[in-house]
């Protein structure tokens, strides 16, 4: 997973100093937490408050719609 996501950062020019990229862990914590069942795209800020929310993927990504949404 930390390969696809660092693929994704380098394609999107994903600037991570100022939105830091994470993943889930192999227990689900975030999953669990978020209740990102089935799978989704956040963003959270730094409080961990969903800034937003994705659709069901995978059909439902829109990853230039979250590389916009970071961006701004």
């Known amino acids: 997973a930390r390969v696809i996501a660092k693929q994704y950062v380098e394609r999107y020019n994903v600037p991570v100093e100022k939105n830091p990229l994470v ?4 227990q689900d ?3 669990k937490l978020y209740a990102a ?9 730094t409080e ?3 800034v937003y929310k994705g659709g069901t993927g995978p059909m439902g990504y829109k990853l230039d719609e979250v590389r916009d949404f970071l961006t701004r």
């Not at 069942?37 to 800020?45: A, S």
């Open 23 to 26: 993943i889930d862990n192999m």
């Open 29 to 31: 914590d975030t999953e």
């Open 37 to 45: 069942w089935p799978e989704r795209l956040y963003v959270l800020d």
């Open 48 to 50: 961990g408050k969903i």
